[in-house]
């Protein structure tokens, strides 16, 4: 990561990452990145770390102590609704794998609780969106599990054509979502929001063919990877409606 100016600065009490991130000009992300091991929603106060500002602020003439969050409460509880609701996400998403791979008994019942999880990501937009453009972002990520489920059943069947198709079709549906999230949020920028949808659908198909050839430790470490770049998803999406809404989180 490039970085102008480098920043040491020490946690206080109040702060979190999303508030330092506005005042930087950066994103939880890249702070994240800079400070492995970092617990974002148990910041120890006195602990130093690095923070990178982004290109706008640099030019500033900046304090040395940000203003303080005035209300974290509200922040920590859409950071962690829309983290938890896409943990669960991919989380019933490999049951569901592991079920299709071994043609277990339970693929009825793990696919159904897989799509209850559509509506709980939806009804967190719900909160700050129309009933309309909720119900969009849920019927889409619901083709989305749909179309992922026929493809790990055709890769397990060896149905070559079918899962070319359906893998069309699987990014076809992640352009879809990418255009309706920024068409709503001016800072959910439609290249980013791509990149990681396609992130997440390729991760995922490393998963799921690992999964199926039995190489247990690949298909483990890309689970792991699929966990991560969906937590930062989450976060991206959490901080983009922050930065559109800030009245709601004060």
């Known amino acids: 990561m ?5 920043v040491q600065y020490t946690i206080r009490r109040g702060d979190n990452l999303y508030q330092l991130s506005r005042y930087f000009q950066t994103t939880v992300q890249e702070i994240l990145a800079l400070n492995p091991g970092i617990d974002p929603y148990n910041l120890q106060i006195g602990r130093s770390i690095i923070i990178c500002p982004g290109e706008q602020f640099v030019s500033q003439a900046f304090p040395s102590d940000p203003p303080a969050c005035p209300n974290t409460s509200m922040q920590f509880n859409l950071l962690g609704d829309m983290r938890e609701a896409w943990i669960q996400h991919i989380y019933w998403t ?15 019942a793990t696919t159904a609780r897989l799509l209850e999880n559509p509506a709980d990501i939806a009804a967190i937009f719900a909160n700050f969106y129309s009933p309309a453009t909720a119900g969009t972002i849920e019927q889409l990520l619901t083709e989305h599990l749909t179309i992922g ?3 790990i059943t055709a890769l397990r069947d060896d149905q070559t054509a079918e899962a070319e198709a359906l893998t069309r079709r699987w990014y076809q549906n992640a352009d879809q979502l990418a255009e309706a999230l920024s068409s709503i949020n001016p800072f959910y920028n439609i290249d980013e929001v791509q990149r990681m949808l396609y992130d997440h659908l390729d991760l995922t198909t490393q998963e799921v063919e690992a999964r199926l050839a039995n190489d247990f430790e690949v298909d483990i470490a890309a689970f792991n990877r699929v966990e991560q ?19 709601q989180f004060m």
């Open 2 to 6: 490039n970085c102008l100016q480098k």
């Open 94 to 108: 490999r049951l569901l794998l592991i079920s299709i791979a071994n043609r277990l008994a339970d693929q009825g």
């Open 149 to 151: 489920s026929d493809l």
């Open 229 to 247: 770049e969906a937590l930062s998803m989450a976060d991206y999406f959490s901080s983009g409606i922050m930065r559109q809404f800030p009245q």
